[in-house]
């Protein structure tokens, strides 16, 4: 087990931070720090940061930028999190929560859909949403 600070690894940690990590997680981090310096000498080689649109793709590519390990556990953590939530949601909620946000229908599609008053499925979906925002703050508190 190595001893890190946060602080000389992360901006926005303004204070002291030490913990203990594993030398193969050392290793993926510091294989992040290459990565990311890969990408900046790439864009600055390619002159992506002012050719966008020449339409040969070399600045795409070099823009595109690959998602870390952390950043890809972070997203998986989040995702898992949100469907936990929505699993604790009733019926209602979680039918309507789906049409509107993963399915894109409108309101009133969705309720003239389920025969009710559009202001229905407005209540509904505001106390879903903040039944959401409530769970993951009180896991993400808990942790």
């Not at 290459?34 to 070099?62: F, P, V, W």
């Not at 407005?122 to 508190?141: G, V």
Request: charged letters at 35%; hydrophobic letters at 30%; one cysteine or more.
């Amino acid at each position: 087990m190595i001893t890190v600070n946060l602080k000389d690894l992360y901006y926005w940690c303004k204070e002291d931070v030490f913990v203990e990590i594993t030398e193969e997680m050392l290793e993926a981090m510091k294989a992040a720090d290459r990565q990311e310096s890969a990408y900046k000498r790439r864009t600055y080689y390619h002159r992506a940061h002012y050719t966008l649109d020449m339409g040969d793709g070399i600045a795409n590519e070099c823009v595109t930028k690959p998602e870390t390990p952390e950043e890809i556990y972070i997203k998986e953590e989040t995702t898992q999190e949100i469907e936990d939530a929505i699993e604790n949601l009733t019926e209602a909620q979680k039918r309507r929560l789906r049409q509107r946000y993963f399915e894109g229908m409108k309101i009133k599609q969705i309720a003239d859909m389920e025969g009710v008053n559009h202001s229905t499925i407005c209540y509904s979906l505001r106390a879903s949403l903040k039944s959401l925002k409530k769970q993951t703050q009180i896991k993400r508190f808990r942790e």
